[in-house]
């Protein structure tokens, strides 16, 4: 079945570093792509999305490509900030029915 | 426009019983979710509702029972509590399927001793 794969965390990181986080999908089909974010003792928000190949989404200085060849959608931020600091989760959705989330990556970011 | 709400935010329940969690939208979505979030699990899918008067399983559903009451309101209910079910769920919302993403709920975090 369809499922996501993510990088084990936590991430720790300075502020103003550069961040990384993997992510990469099993799918039959065309599935659209998310990454959503998880601030402390808060519900989960969608922080971008891309719906077809070669797709970049874009939100708050955070980006992620949707690369079907290598069937990866990995978030990059330039420059991070304390805040942050959240969990985050990348999913799939396929045929319009659920979401198919990763296990989560915890980033750290210290000032 | 409150978005997803949920009730209660914390519940601590003894194993046997049983109680209802809450959920309701103000956006007139069709499609309404419900996950438990376990760490180093992520979120799975208990119950889904595609529209109302209609409900289908997801990964997880054993152990719940949902109603869609009608298309604010989307209830799960655990009959006979289980300490495997402690658990953050939380609650989803969508105007149809996910395709776009969903709007979730703020959780409800429950404990079962």
């Known amino acids: ?111 | 426009n409150a978005g997803v709400t949920q009730t209660p935010k914390f519940q601590v329940l003894k194993t046997g019983q049983s109680m209802t969690l809450q959920c309701a939208q103000d956006m007139n979505h069709n499609s309404m979710y419900w996950y438990r979030q376990d760490p180093g699990m992520g979120l799975r899918l208990i119950y889904y509702s595609a529209s109302e008067g209609t409900t289908d399983k997801g990964e997880v559903p054993n152990g719940y029972n949902v109603s869609r009451l009608n298309k604010r309101e989307f209830s799960l209910r655990l009959e006979s509590a289980a300490p495997s079910q402690t658990s953050v769920y939380f609650c989803a919302s969508s105007l149809r399927g996910l395709a776009g993403g969903g709007f979730f709920g703020p959780g409800t975090r429950l404990t079962v001793l």
Not at chain 1, 75 to 95: I, P, R
């Open chain 1, 1 to 111: 079945g369809d499922s996501v794969t993510q990088m084990e965390g936590p991430v720790t990181l300075s502020e103003e570093a550069f961040l990384t986080i993997n992510c990469t999908y099993t799918a039959t089909g065309y599935p659209s792509l998310f990454w959503y974010v998880q601030y402390p003792g808060e519900g989960l928000q969608l922080l971008l999305k891309a719906t077809k190949a070669d797709d970049k989404g874009s939100n708050k200085g955070f980006e992620a490509t949707y690369r079907k060849e290598t069937t990866s959608f990995h978030l990059e931020k330039g420059s991070v900030q304390v805040s942050d600091s959240a969990v985050y989760f990348c999913a799939l959705n396929q045929a319009g029915t659920a979401l198919i989330f990763g296990k989560g990556t915890t980033l750290s970011v210290s000032s």
